[in-house]
């Protein structure tokens, strides 16, 4: 089976998406609405993904104090003070093609430690997003 399908069979639900420049409450905002998402994509002007923001990164963000630093304090700082999506964002993230086997791109999130996946097109424009959630339910009713 093909992403493709698995998109027809969430019907196309609406996708998470937040511009770079868009403020970190709007991307807060952003995942009270997506209810079955713990990640935001972050896209530029002509939609092209360039990172995303997962609900642990947002709470680093809004609660830094009840967090043990595991990674070097300048890093830390930089992620309290972040005023945008850009800036909270994570780069270079795992993504699928409407072409990929399913199989392929659920080995290809437990490799990368991912629960969530955008799937975009030629352009990188993000088209949809499966979560693992979707792919163990294709599994289950196969």
Do not use: W
């Not at 990640?39 to 092209?48: F, M, S, W």
């Not at 990674?71 to 909270?88: D, G, K, P, Q, R």
């Not at 080995?107 to 993000?126: C, F, G, N, P, S």
Request: proline fraction near 3%; charged fraction near 35%.
């Amino acid at each position: 089976m093909k992403i493709r399908e698995i998109l027809q069979l969430i019907n196309k639900r609406a996708i998470p998406i937040v511009r770079e420049d868009d403020h970190i409450d709007d991307v807060v905002e952003k995942i009270f609405e997506y209810p079955h998402t713990r990640l935001i994509y972050v896209v530029d002007e002509q939609g092209i993904l360039k990172g995303a923001i997962s609900l642990g990164m947002l709470l680093r963000h809004i609660f830094p104090h009840t967090y043990e630093p595991k990674v070097h304090a300048h890093s830390i700082i930089a992620m309290i003070t972040s005023e945008t999506a850009e800036h909270l964002m994570k780069k270079g993230v795992v993504t699928a093609d409407v072409e990929d086997d399913v199989e392929e791109v659920m080995k290809r999130m437990v490799k990368a430690e991912v629960k969530e996946i955008a799937v975009v097109d030629k352009e990188e424009k993000v088209i949809g997003d499966v979560t693992v959630i979707d792919l163990l339910k294709f599994c289950r009713e196969r």
